[in-house]
């Protein structure tokens, strides 16, 4: 056979396969969009927004409490792992290598690989076990869940700022804290942001470390001593009650926590577009 | 002649690597001295120990004198961020902070130096960038990002950073070697300028540019000062063998 031939043929059979590839990797999740777009779509109306969860029995109701409960719980989580994974990521890039700071990227990778169910319990028994199934022990779960991210991404980020950029601020006279704090972090600041929200991303749907350390919760928030609301929670909860308006409500939920993770998701991306 | 630098002994390391090896030399005040030598001679090394700038190369060291306005820099007690705020520095490529505008850039090592005041600070960008020869170009895009200069205005740019600091010398490392002809031009023809107020050191591997602009010149070749004096003398009659050769492109 002539080999020209030949190569062409074996170059389609390879496009088939790559797109074959492709395709069946997309199949999951363009079901999974439909299915919870057409199912959560249905459920959401004004009282979906306003309203807490209903009791058993009741009719309509929302996930109000939960949208609530999300928040607080991401943004408390983010209060104590942003500083904390912004600071080890400087630390990284900015002061050289060392044996500490070998050790701590080492300490994160293995963190980053900790099954957060494993979090989740960590949480329970540090904070869960003195002060009770509460929103800073979850929070405390998903901070530690973000740590690792956040400290990576920062890391990464601040290495990309060439070393030129802190040359030229050093020899300008500007002590060094100064050079890092307000020149090289404002030149890597969008990718720095980025990574930040792509751990929120992460978080945001969290589950099992949740449920382990503050529970499923039905009503507003009450206290950093007490649960909340949370919307993956409500999807595992609701999906698998037998109470009709519960099951449309945990469609709605997972709507509602695909659309937040994706807006998070986009805005990244957006950021991303506009680095230097 | 009024003595800005007097260098004894300077001796400079990277890790094992040997990189200047005892440099005495005094550098006069208010003029322009070139440093020339082939490639991997310590120029750059040489001019980075004048502000204590070597010593951030981690795995750097020095030892040796840097006396300069009759203060040893090296001295125990000397603060390196005092030294580099009299002694400025521009660099081979221009390095405009990325994500400032021009005012900024320009602004931004007296802000963070405490100074607060609009005024004083608007005329400072002014004056910066008037003897930077750029205000003229740049005047109605203060807050336009400083990457979206030309090189060459980046380079002078970079230049009225330096000088926004009120430095008393400008160092500068080849700063002509990414730029055209023409921005070359101007670059040289504020050198001269600047040296009127200011002691410059420049770095070259250009020995036309060094014959144009400076005073005097030092040959450097393997981390030793071969020869120094005024710069007439060296091109026109130099006295050590190493130096014709390197001048006549019999090497480098």
């Known amino acids: 056979m002539d080999h020209h031939k030949f190569r062409v043929i074996k170059d389609r059979l390879i496009q088939f396969l790559v797109y074959l590839a492709l395709f069946s990797a997309l199949i999951p999740l363009f079901s999974i969009l439909y299915e919870v777009g057409a199912r959560g779509f249905s ?63 080492f300490l994160h990778d ?120 949370n919307l993956a929670l409500n999807v595992f909860i609701f999906a698998t009650s037998p109470f009709e308006n519960w099951v449309a409500l945990a469609w709605g939920s997972a709507l509602i926590l695909i659309l937040l993770v994706l807006g998070i998701s986009i805005a990244a991306r957006v950021l991303i577009k506009g680095r230097y | 002649m009024a003595v800005k630098f007097d260098i004894q002994n300077l001796n400079a390391w990277f890790g094992s690597k040997h990189v200047l090896k005892n440099i005495n030399m005094k550098i006069e005040e208010n003029a322009v001295t070139a440093i020339i030598g082939p490639s991997g001679c310590g120029k750059t090394t040489f001019i980075r120990c004048l502000n204590r700038m070597h010593e951030i190369t981690p795995g750097s060291r020095v030892s040796g004198k840097v006396i300069f306005n009759g203060v040893n820099i090296y001295d125990n007690g000397v603060d390196p961020v005092m030294v580099r705020r009299k002694i400025g520095m521009v660099f081979q490529k221009p390095n405009p902070f990325p994500m400032m505008s021009v005012y900024d850039n320009v602004a931004i090592g007296l802000k963070l130096n405490g100074v607060r005041d609009k005024k004083t600070l608007d005329a400072a960008v002014r004056r910066s960038l008037e003897l930077a020869n750029l205000w003229d170009e740049v005047k109605d895009d203060l807050k336009k990002s400083g990457a979206s200069l030309s090189g060459g205005q980046q380079q002078r740019l970079c230049i009225a950073r330096a000088l926004a600091v009120e430095p008393e010398v400008l160092l500068m490392d080849e700063p002509c070697s990414a730029l055209d002809p023409i921005a070359t031009a101007k670059i040289e023809a504020l050198i001269r300028e600047l040296a009127k107020n200011y ?54």
């Open chain 1, 43 to 105: 459920t959401i109306n004004i009282e979906f927004f306003i309203k807490p969860t209903p009791t058993v029995g009741e009719s309509g109701g929302g996930v109000a409490n939960a949208i609530q409960g999300t928040l607080i719980t991401i943004g408390l989580a983010s209060l104590i792992g942003v500083p904390i994974g912004l600071m080890s990521g400087i630390f990284l890039s900015e002061y050289g290598e060392s044996k500490l700071s070998v050790a701590i990227r």
């Open chain 1, 110 to 229: 293995v963190l980053n690989g900790v099954p957060s169910i494993v979090i989740g319990v960590f949480a329970y028994a540090l904070i869960t076990r003195s002060i009770g199934f509460s929103v800073t022990a979850a929070a405390f779960a998903l901070a530690v869940i973000m740590i690792p991210i956040v400290t990576r991404t920062t890391e990464e980020a601040l290495k990309l700022v060439p070393m030129s950029v802190r040359e030229a601020a050093i020899a300008l006279g500007i002590p060094r804290w100064k050079t890092t704090i307000i020149v090289v972090l404002s030149s890597a600041k969008k990718a720095i942001v980025t990574g930040i929200l792509l751990s929120i991303a992460r978080i945001a749907g969290e589950s099992a470390p949740v449920l382990v350390s503050m529970g499923f919760w039905r009503w507003w928030f009450a206290g950093l001593n007490r649960p909340v609301a």
């Open chain 2, 199 to 252: 002691t410059i050191v420049i770095v070259t591997h250009n020995m036309q540019q060094a014959a144009r602009v400076s005073d005097y010149t030092a040959f450097l070749y393997l981390g030793e000062l071969i020869e120094y004096g005024a710069t007439k003398q060296i091109f026109e009659n130099p006295k050590h063998e190493l130096t014709e050769k390197y001048l006549t492109g019999k090497f480098g």
